[in-house]
Nanobody, 115 residues
Framework: QVQLVESGGGLVQPGGSLRLSCAAS????????MDWYRQAPGKSRELAAA???????SYADSVKGRFTISRDNAKNTVYLQMNSLKPEDTAVYYC?????????WGQGTQVTVSS
């Protein structure tokens, strides 16, 4: 029922910045805890950043200090601001939303950090 659509991925040079967006359909966005996961080839999918319904945030150690997750409930959108990007940040980034008894995944957007 709820669909998540990511955008903003692409190719960026090391040290550069990129902002990912995830737009959610429906009127239940305010009830969803939102996350950004990422998965690189040969690696497991990892939780990069999370934001609660009330706005509390948490980050993986690998991105802490460089990435910022935020949400705009009025726009049903969650963002991931990525700064000081490194080649090891290269991955498919997935938007994820969860509610008790439900979870939703976006289709993923490719982020490539390369010189």
């Amino acid at each position: 029922q709820v669909q998540l659509v990511e955008s903003g991925g692409g190719l960026v040079q090391p040290g550069g910045s990129l902002r990912l967006s995830c737009a959610a359909s429906g009127s239940t966005f305010n009830f969803l805890a939102m996350d950004w996961y990422r998965q690189a080839p040969g690696k497991s999918r990892e939780l990069a950043a999370a934001i609660t319904r009330s706005g509390g945030t948490s980050y993986a150690d690998s991105v802490k200090g460089r990435f910022t997750i935020s949400r705009d409930n009025a726009k049903n959108t969650v963002y991931l601001q990525m700064n000081s990007l490194k080649p090891e940040d290269t991955a498919v980034y997935y938007c994820h939303g969860s509610l008790v008894g439900y979870e939703f995944w976006g289709q993923g957007t490719q982020v490539t950090v390369s010189s």
